[in-house]
């Protein structure tokens, strides 16, 4: 049976990991290899790198970082931060990536979609969407939910499917950094409406709120940062806790 | 000189244009070996123990097989030969995908996933029913997985897995591996597979 997949999510800046990481064992707190290989022990499935620089040293830099990833790390990752062009996926697949994510490209060239799909397969592409609730409908946000867009969530998200993405990672700004859950109700709505896997993103606080998104939000992945990065949450003690509910976990 | 062994295999990644095989070289390279990427079909010929990965979509990865000549050797080699993802599917003798006629070393059509399943099927799923000096050592456990179609249950099949349906997950013939899995992104159980393959 195919097993829920957790995901740590790092924020990376100019090569080096932004948010704040709480391991005592980390001999160098900044470097995302080094903190990737531990994730990787410690048992996540799954790993996003989310490169939040805006230098134009960036695809250099994010690149060779990919290939440093690629070399010590054996389960998947993803990479995602201002992709926006053929040019852009190629370099980072074939330094080692196995997806890349894209966000405010897509939204802003939809055709960009096919078009990476066309050329890498679906299987690598993932369209992340943020989004959140105005009057009662969910609005797709860019740059981080500052900014708002006229397209909704869901038809959004059935755009992206059609148009070939092989996974959606799903942000609600409206749970993110509130520690309070998953946005489990649009996600089960995504889950239903959608045939294609999709990653619960903002609000994970506690070990129940894995299970709730895997549950009620139906969610084939669940990602999340602080409460991994502070050690809030123990993968390993997760995953346990995820298998006397009755989730397939990879343990 | 078997200490040399390790370092003198010769082993080759069929470099034909489709996929990443970027991280199969680094898998190989962390449990202590080398290996060349190549289309080269002498130097596929030549080989200790040949990988043949793939990913993408069957009808144009086979076109480009076609293109660098490799389809015409891979089916007469006699070294080990692994097959990793779609590279498995191309070895098969048919895929629905894109209706594309493959090299038939496995004597089984690859269909589609269907009965209102997620597609693809991405993340990690337990192989069992494991058979064959390729997973020697080792019990059922979860393998990584990015698929759309799957090679229908055979006698060809050494490990199956569960996704709506129960199907191959890993295949033998002679000297003829293919699994449906990525081995190089199985964490360590991944690379116990890998190594067992290289050791053969």
């Not at chain 1, 890349?100 to 939809?110: C, G, H, L, T």
């Not at chain 2, 003198?8 to 069929?14: L, Q, Y």
Request: proline share 3%.
């Amino acid at each position: 049976m195919l097993a829920k997949r957790i995901i740590p999510c790092l924020d990376i800046k100019d090569g080096r990991t932004v948010k704040g990481v709480n391991f005592i064992d980390l001999r160098d707190a900044g470097d995302p290899v080094e903190l990737a290989e531990i994730y990787s022990r410690a048992g996540a499935d799954e790993l996003v790198f989310l490169d939040i620089s805006a230098t134009e040293q960036k695809r250099k830099t994010l690149a060779e970082l990919v290939y440093h990833v690629a070399e010590k790390v054996n389960i998947p990752f993803t990479v995602g931060g201002g992709i926006a062009s053929i040019e852009d996926v190629d370099i980072l697949l074939k330094n080692g990536a196995d997806k890349v994510s894209i966000n405010s490209s897509a939204v802003k060239n939809p055709q960009l979609i096919n078009d990476l799909v066309a050329k890498f397969g679906s299987q690598c592409i993932v369209v992340a969407i943020d989004a959140k609730q105005i009057d009662g409908e969910w609005v797709v946000h860019l740059v981080g939910g500052k900014v708002p867009t006229d397209r909704k969530l869901f038809e959004w998200a059935k755009e992206v499917e059609q148009r070939g993405a092989g996974e959606i990672l799903f942000t609600s700004m409206d749970h993110d950094g509130t520690k309070d859950g998953f946005a489990n109700e649009a996600l089960s709505e995504l889950s239903d409406a959608l045939n294609i896997p999709i990653i619960a993103s903002g609000g994970a606080g506690t070990m129940q709120h894995f299970a709730d998104t895997f549950i009620q939000g139906k969610a084939d992945a669940a990602l999340a940062a602080s409460v991994f990065h502070f050690k809030e949450i123990e993968i390993k003690e997760l995953k346990e806790a995820l298998k006397k509910e009755d989730i397939p976990v990879r343990l | 000189m078997d200490e040399t062994y390790e370092e003198t295999m010769n082993i080759v990644i069929i470099d034909y244009g489709a996929g990443n095989i970027q991280s199969i070289k680094f898998a190989i390279n962390r449990l202590g070996y080398e290996a060349t990427l190549t289309h080269d079909v002498e130097e596929i010929q030549a080989a200790d123990k040949v990988i043949f990965p793939g990913v993408g979509e069957a009808s144009s990865a086979m076109k480009k097989l076609r293109a660098s000549g490799v389809d015409v050797i891979l089916s007469k080699l006699e070294q080990p030969v692994l097959g990793i993802c779609l590279g498995m599917q191309l070895m098969c003798s048919f895929s629905e995908e894109g209706n594309t006629k493959g090299l038939g070393i496995f004597d089984v059509d690859v269909l589609r996933f269907s009965n209102g399943l997620k597609v693809p099927q991405i993340g990690w799923n337990k192989i069992e029913n494991l058979k064959s000096e390729l997973f020697k050592g080792l019990k059922d456990d979860y393998v990584y997985l990015v698929h759309s179609f799957y090679a229908p249950i055979d006698d060809e099949a050494i490990a199956t897995s569960t996704y709506g349906l129960r199907y191959s997950t890993a295949l033998k013939k002679d000297n003829f591996y293919g699994v449906q899995f990525h081995p190089e992104k199985s964490g360590d159980y991944g690379a116990r597979i890998l190594e067992n393959f290289l050791k053969l």
